[in-house]
C-alpha cells in the first residue's frame, strides 16, 4: 500500500528537549510538506521542500528545522527554541510541486505534548 | 496573496438534512480550489478539486462543490447529511509554487 506514515502517534518531551517527528511516503513524490495544526487555526505551513537536498521556509518555520537527504524521507526537529511546540503535526506529499493543480496527501498526523 | 474564507466555524445539520458549508478565496491568477475533510485525530483527506476543467465538481462520499469566479466562492454541499459525515472540513486554494493556503475549517456536526 502506498502513502505517508508518521511515527510516532503520540510524543510527549520536556520543555527544552529538542524532538524529531518522523515522515516518510513511498509515493514516489517529489514534494513534502510539514504543517502545524492548533484548534481554529487551521493548517500552518513550517517547511516545504520540491527537491532532495533542497527544502524553503514556510510561515511558521522559527524554531523548527528540516532535511530532505532521501526523496522518501521529511523528518522536522522541533527545537527547544520554539515557544509553543504543542500542537498535532501533519505532514504531506505531492506528485509535483510547483504551479501544480497536484493535491496533497496526507499522513496521520503526529500529536506533540510538550511539558 | 491568496488566501481562503470558511464562513461559520461550526455548522450543525440534522441527519437527511442539506450539507452547505462556504468558503470564499482570493486569487489574483486563476485558482485551483481543494475541499479536504478530517476526522478526528487523523490526517486531511482529499474530497474534490478544482482546476478549471468544469465549474461543478463531484467528489467522494456525494460531496459536490461550484466554482463561482464571480463570487470568488467555492461552497461544499450535500444533498442529504449522513451520521458519518460529521468532522472538521477543509478548504484550500493553491499557490503559484503549489504550496496550499488552507481556511481555518468548518466543524460539521450531525444530528440524529
Known amino acids: 500500500d502506498g502513502g505517508i506514515t508518521q511515527s510516532p502517534k503520540y510524543l510527549f518531551r520536556k520543555e527544552g528537549q529538542n524532538v524529531t517527528l518522523s515522515c516518510e511516503q513511498n509515493?514516489?513524490?517529489?514534494?513534502m510538506y510539514w504543517y502545524r495544526q492548533d484548534p481554529g487555526q487551521g493548517l500552518r505551513l513550517i517547511y516545504y521542500?520540491?527537491?532532495?537536498?533542497?527544502?524553503q521556509k514556510g510561515d511558521i518555520a522559527e524554531g523548527y528545522s528540516v532535511s530532505r537527504e532521501k526523496k522518501e524521507s521529511f523528518p522536522l526537529t522541533v527545537t527547544s527554541a520554539q515557544k509553543n511546540p504543542t500542537a498535532f503535526y501533519l505532514c504531506?506529499?505531492?506528485?509535483?510541486?510547483?504551479?501544480?493543480?497536484?493535491?496533497?496527501?496526507f499522513g496521520p498526523g503526529t500529536r506533540l505534548t510538550v511539558t | 496573496a491568496q488566501s481562503v474564507t470558511q464562513l461559520g466555524s461550526h455548522v450543525s445539520v440534522s441527519e437527511g438534512a442539506l450539507v452547505l458549508l462556504r468558503c470564499n478565496y482570493s486569487?489574483?491568477?486563476?485558482?485551483?480550489l481543494f475541499w479536504y475533510v478530517q476526522y478526528p485525530n487523523q490526517g486531511l483527506q482529499l474530497l474534490l478539486k478544482?482546476?478549471?476543467?468544469?465549474?461543478l465538481v463531484k467528489g467522494i462520499n456525494g460531496f459536490e462543490a461550484e466554482f463561482k469566479k464571480s463570487e470568488t466562492s467555492f461552497h461544499l454541499t450535500k444533498p442529504s447529511a449522513h451520521m458519518s459525515d460529521a468532522a472538521e472540513y477543509f478548504c484550500a486554494v493553491s499557490e503559484s509554487q503549489g504550496n496550499l493556503i488552507f481556511g481555518k475549517g468548518t466543524k460539521l456536526s450531525v444530528k440524529p
Open positions: 486569487s489574483s491568477v486563476p485558482p485551483y
Open positions: 478544482y482546476t478549471s476543467a468544469a465549474t
Open positions: 521542500s520540491q527537491i532532495v537536498n533542497d527544502f
Open positions: 504531506a506529499s505531492s506528485i509535483t510541486p510547483s504551479g501544480s493543480s497536484s493535491e496533497q496527501y
Open positions: 509515493l514516489n513524490h517529489d514534494a
